[in-house]
């Protein structure tokens, strides 16, 4: 494995605060995935087929990538189990097992760019690899998960609960497809998930943590990112929660520029 940049700043030099989130915005973060299940259903009843695209879009974007990814490595300080109850149901909405997800992702934290890193395998890959890749994404953090042993009986059990939520979904198709659609595209949307969070962030040639992930600035990545283009600072610091993500890049950057990091930018 390679070695942590010696001189990277201290969390108590940039500041504990990094650490803290409003209550209105982590009532509003936990909420969010129910009120996206809610309105697809709801625009599906009135057959606005875009706006719930749009809603499944928002719904596996906030999961994964911000509101789980906050409760994988527990930065909301929430109680224990309701940390592990949310990251259950959360998950589940979106027919994925939060237990397995935490401990794949964590092993990846540790262990990139080891080859027994699955998260981050698509790095090494070509574009199209790394594509297909997701495809069978799920059910093989389920096999690494359920062989590791660690939390089993929620991983066992979100298994099951996933295969329940399909088969009513399919069950439901007589007398509305809106469950088989909605299950569909949250299934369909993760398989997006090494290409975007492995294969463009990162770079497993990296001598250091600091070379291993790539640093990327400018609105145009922050709006497609919906401000979620923070993943250097995130490796390099996960115990700070998304909230905090722009604020942690404001206080790094002039420590990225002393290291001579070019930061990848588009159309600005």
């Not at 509101?67 to 592990?84: A, F, M």
């Not at 979620?228 to 990225?256: G, I, K, M, S, T």
């Amino acid at each position: 494995m390679f070695m942590r940049d010696a001189d990277l700043p201290t969390l108590e030099s940039l500041g504990h605060d990094l650490l803290v989130v409003p209550l209105w915005r982590r009532v509003l973060s936990l909420a969010m995935p129910f009120l996206l299940t809610a309105m697809f259903f709801v625009c599906a009843a009135q057959q606005l087929w875009v706006a719930a695209l749009l809603c499944t879009m928002l719904l596996t974007f906030f999961t994964y990538g911000s509101i789980s990814h906050d409760l994988v490595h527990k930065t909301l300080g929430l109680p224990r189990l309701v940390n592990e109850i949310l990251l259950c149901g959360v998950e589940l909405i979106t027919f994925r097992s939060g237990h397995a997800y935490r401990l794949v992702h964590l092993h990846h934290h540790a262990r990139f760019p080891a080859e027994d890193d699955i998260e981050g395998a698509t790095a090494g890959m070509t574009w199209w690899r790394a594509l297909l890749d997701g495809v069978t994404l799920q059910p093989r953090l389920w096999i690494f998960a359920l062989r590791h042993k660690r939390d089993r009986a929620w991983i066992v059990f979100e298994a099951i609960a996933v295969l329940v939520l399909l088969a009513a979904s399919i069950a439901a198709i007589p007398w509305t497809i809106a469950p088989a659609v909605f299950g569909s595209l949250v299934i369909l949307g993760s398989w997006l998930f090494p290409f975007i969070t492995s294969f463009i962030p990162h770079d497993p040639h990296g001598e250091t943590d600091l070379r291993r992930t790539r640093l990327f600035r400018g609105w145009f990545f922050s709006l497609v990112a919906i401000e979620h283009l923070y993943h250097l600072e995130h490796h390099l610091y996960p115990q700070v929660p998304h909230h905090n993500w722009p604020e942690l890049a404001r206080q790094l950057d002039p420590y990225f520029e002393r290291a001579g990091l070019c930061a990848v930018r588009l159309f600005s």
